[in-house]
């Protein structure tokens, strides 16, 4: 499954959310392959660079695709 990330509410909370995902490499709007999806809390995680990231489905991140 293939996400874009990006502040979907638009809210400020998000955006230290993203920060910390540009800081691990995924600057907003980076498309992201390859990712877990975790039914329960509607996040996705992945790996990079030995760092963990995650944003949340409908407030910091977008489905782009299913692949």
Same mark, same amino acid.
């Given at each position: 499954m293939d996400i874009q990330i990006k502040? /979907?509410?638009g809210h400020p909370s !998000?955006?230290?959310c993203i920060?910390?995902?540009q800081r691990a490499g995924f600057p907003e709007g980076t498309i992201v392959y390859? /990712?877990?999806f975790d039914q329960? !809390?509607?996040a996705f995680y992945w790996t990079s660079v030995n760092d963990n990231c995650v944003a949340y489905l409908n407030e910091t991140c977008i489905?782009?695709?299913k692949s």
């Amino acid at each position: 499954m293939d996400i874009q990330i990006k502040n /979907v509410t638009g809210h400020p909370s !998000n955006d230290g959310c993203i920060f910390e995902l540009q800081r691990a490499g995924f600057p907003e709007g980076t498309i992201v392959y390859d /990712v877990r999806f975790d039914q329960r !809390n509607k996040a996705f995680y992945w790996t990079s660079v030995n760092d963990n990231c995650v944003a949340y489905l409908n407030e910091t991140c977008i489905i782009y695709k299913k692949s």
